[in-house]
Every structure is written in structure tokens, then in C-alpha cells.
């Protein structure tokens, strides 16, 4: 589905710290620590299988 404002072929970039609301509205999800990418995918992915165990933290301090 199209989640940029209804504009096809659109992107844009949003910081956040709300998982629910990126899980909502974001199509892929980086996952930053001290500066550097240490996970991305989709945000189902990351949300219900992260591979990397700070994401685990991050997920794991919002839904626990």
C-alpha cells in the first residue's frame, strides 16, 4: 500500500522512536546504534524476529 501522502513513486524519511506507529506507516526500518545501521527490513521483521540483539532490546522495552 501506498504510504506517502497518496503520491505513487513517492518516498520520504521519518526518525522515530514509536514502534507502533513505524510498524503502522513505514515500508523499511533502519535500526541505528551509536550512528551505524545495525538492522534493517521490513518493520513486521524487525519487530517480530530482529536478528540483532540491541534491536531485540528495543522491541522487547516497547511490547514486553
Known sequence: PDRCGGI???AG???CHNLALVQSFCDKVLVLYDGKVVE???PDDIINEPK???TKKLVDAVFE
Do not use: F, I
Open 40 to 42: 534493517s527490513g521490513k
Open 52 to 54: 540483532e540483539a540491541y
Open 8 to 10: 505513487p513513486d513517492s
Open 13 to 15: 524519511t521519518v526518525r
